[in-house]
C-alpha cells in the first residue's frame, strides 16, 4: 500500500536487525528507526547501504534505558516496534549471563513500558495498526528427541542461559498483550544463517577457517541437529508478521532444513574444494572434534505451516542455494569481515549457535 508505515527496530545494527532494515529499506515508504547499543556483536558496515538515506536513521542507545527508549519513540512515533536487539551468543551466555539477565529479560520490560505509553497515547486507526513485534528463538522450547517439531503450542523449556532469558522476555511480552491490551505478536525462529553474519558464528567461522586452511572445531559428535533458515527468508517473514501477524498471536519460523553440525561443516568444505581448490588436499581432513558445549541440546526444527497457511509466506533458499551463495558472499568481501575477525581474534570463544 501507498501507506507511510514508521518502524522503530531495535538492535538493527546486528546480523539479522541489520537485514530487516536492508529489506524494509527497499520497500515503499516505509520509514526506519534503528535503536542499537553497538555492543561488540554490532556492525555499522552492514548498513552502510543505508546511512544517508531520507529515511533511515540511527540512534545509539540501551534498550534497558528507559529515558532514552521513551524519548526515542516519543520523537518518532512508530507504527511497529521490531525488538530484536538481544545478547544471543549461548556460549557468552554461559561464561558471562549477567548482560543476557540485563539485555534480554530487563531491556525487553522496559520496551514494553515504553511502548504502552505510546500506544496508550495514540487514537482511531493509528491504534489499531500498532504492533509491538518481539522477535525470538526456536531454543525457547528445549531440545527435541530424533523425531517432532516445534510448533506453536509446544511447551517451553529453555536448557541455557541464553534460552531462559529468551523465554522470560517472551512471557514478558505476552503478559503485556493479555494484562494491558498492548498489541504483541511474538516470532520464535531457527538457526540463521547468511551475509553479516558476526565471524565467531559457526558458518562463517567454519568457512573463513575453511579458507585459510585453519582447524575446524566440531563440538561432540557433531551429530547435534539445527533448523537452518536464510536470514533474509527470516526478514522477509518478520515483516509480514509485523503488519498482518494478529496480536496476541505467536508464529513460529522456520526453512525445514534440518542438518546435523557435521553435514554443515562438510557442505562448506565440499562448497569451498569447488571455489577454491587447494590441491591435493581435501579440507574435510580439517575437521577437528572438541570437547562438547555442556548442556548442548541435542536438535531443534521448526514446524512454519501457520506462517505458511495464514500470512502465505514461504522460504525462497533451500540450505544448498542459500550456503553457496552465503560462502560465495564471504569470499567477495573480505573488507567486511576481516577487520572483526581482526578486532575479536584474542577473544573467540570458539564455535557458538551450533546452539
Ligand atoms: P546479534 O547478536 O547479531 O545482534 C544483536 C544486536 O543487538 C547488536 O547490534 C547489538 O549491538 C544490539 N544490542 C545488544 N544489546 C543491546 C542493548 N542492551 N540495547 C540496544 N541494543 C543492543 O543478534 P542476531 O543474531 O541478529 O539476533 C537478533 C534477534 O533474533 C535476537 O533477539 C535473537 O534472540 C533472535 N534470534 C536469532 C537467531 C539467530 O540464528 N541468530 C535465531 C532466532 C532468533
Request: aromatic share 10%; glycine share 8%.
Amino acid at each position: 500500500s501507498q501507506q507511510n508505515l514508521r518502524v522503530m527496530v531495535t538492535g538493527g545494527s546486528g546480523f539479522i536487525g541489520s537485514a530487516v532494515c536492508r529489506h524494509l529499506a527497499g520497500q515503499n515508504n516505509v520509514a526506519i528507526l534503528n535503536y542499537d547499543k553497538l555492543t561488540y556483536a554490532a556492525s555499522q558496515a552492514s548498513l552502510a547501504m543505508l546511512e544517508g538515506k531520507a529515511d533511515y536513521q540511527f540512534v545509539q542507545g540501551d534498550v534497558a534505558d528507559a529515558a532514552r527508549v521513551c524519548a526515542t519513540i516519543k520523537a518518532f512515533r512508530p507504527d511497529v516496534v521490531m525488538h530484536l536487539a538481544a545478547e544471543s551468543h549461548v556460549d557468552r551466555s554461559i561464561t558471562g549471563p549477567g548482560d543476557f539477565i540485563q539485555t534480554n529479560i530487563v531491556g525487553t520490560y522496559v520496551m514494553l513500558q515504553a511502548a504502552l505509553e505510546h500506544w496508550r497515547g495514540l487514537e482511531g486507526e493509528a491504534k489499531g495498526r500498532f504492533r509491538f513485534h518481539h522477535i525470538s528463538t526456536d531454543e525457547v522450547f528445549g531440545s527435541l528427541g530424533a523425531e517432532g517439531l516445534f510448533s506453536e503450542t509446544t511447551p517451553y523449556d529453555p536448557r541455557s542461559p541464553y534460552s531462559a532469558s529468551k523465554a522470560s522476555s517472551d512471557h514478558l511480552a505476552r503478559a503485556w498483550q493479555h494484562t494491558y491490551g498492548l498489541p504483541v505478536v511474538v516470532s520464535n525462529c531457527s538457526n540463521n544463517y547468511g551475509p553479516y553474519h558476526f565471524p565467531e558464528k559457526l558458518i562463517p567461522l567454519v568457512t573463513l577457517n575453511a579458507l585459510e586452511g585453519k582447524p575446524l572445531p566440531v563440538y561432540g559428535k557433531g551429530d547435534n541437529v539445527r533448523d537452518w533458515l536464510h536470514v533474509e527468508d527470516h526478514a522477509r517473514a518478520l515483516h509480514l508478521i509485523a503488519t498482518k501477524g494478529v496480536p496476541g498471536e505467536s508464529y513460529n519460523v522456520g526453512g525445514r532444513n534440518e542438518r546435523t553440525n557435521l553435514q554443515v561443516v562438510e557442505a562448506i568444505c565440499d562448497i569451498l574444494d569447488e571455489l577454491r581448490p587447494i590441491p591435493g588436499q581435501s579440507r574435510r581432513d580439517l575437521i577437528t572434534f572438541v570437547a562438547d558445549r555442556p548442556g548442548h541440546d541435542a536438535r531443534y526444527a521448526i514446524d512454519a505451516t501457520k506462517l505458511e497457511t495464514e500470512l502465505g509466506w514461504t522460504a525462497q533458499e533451500t540450505f544448498d542455494t542459500g550456503l553457496r551463495k552465503t560462502i560465495q558472499w564471504y569470499l567477495d568481501n573480505e573488507a567486511w569481515w576481516a577487520p572483526l575477525r581482526e578486532r575479536y581474534a584474542g577473544q573467540r570463544l570458539g564455535l557458538s549457535k551450533q546452539a
